[in-house]
């Protein structure tokens, strides 16, 4: 796979596997001026592979088994979507969305975030997004605070 030149746009098909690649796409994506349009999120895990396998264990160790990816809705909040078992999603574990500051390069972006009375371990989780292109968002997971940068994992909302 091609990875995207670090002065090139962002692409329109997959996307590079490299965690430096994914984290030079998304200090070139659009900063962010809204929050998201309302909607459901579908998750994709991108990536290292091997990241790619642990993610979603490392999620549903943290209390969020058959995690689908996010609501969004009007009003500056959001919603993790889980897989019911029967087909269908349910929501679990409410955020707050906000524009703020990138830990990782100080350029706008969309925080989801769950608060200081958040669960544990989700209270020290902040997923940062910018925009690809109209459907996707492409993420960065903090664990811990800013220091956290250097282990900050990508991950792919689309809105389907």
């Known amino acids: 796979m091609t990875e995207p030149s670090p002065a090139g746009p962002t692409p329109t098909g997959p996307l590079p596997t490299s965690l430096s690649a994914l984290r030079a796409l998304f200090t070139r994506a659009t900063p962010a001026a809204t929050p998201p349009a309302p909607g459901d999120y579908r998750i ?66 969309i925080v989801c975030s769950y608060g200081s009375d958040g669960p544990v371990p989700w209270r020290w989780v902040r997923d940062e997004f910018r925009a690809l292109d109209d459907r996707r968002l492409l993420g960065l997971t903090f664990v811990g605070g800013r220091w956290s940068r250097i282990a900050a994992a990508p991950l792919l909302l689309t809105r389907g």
Do not use: C, Y
């Open 44 to 109: 994709s895990f991108v990536g290292p592979a091997a990241l790619r396998v642990a993610a979603p264990r490392a999620i549903a160790l943290g209390g969020m088994p058959g995690w689908q990816g996010k609501r969004f809705g009007a009003d500056g909040t959001a919603v993790n979507l889980l897989d019911d078992g029967h087909g269908a999603s349910r929501e679990a574990l409410p955020m707050r969305v906000s524009l703020e500051p990138s830990w990782l390069d100080g350029g706008q972006v």
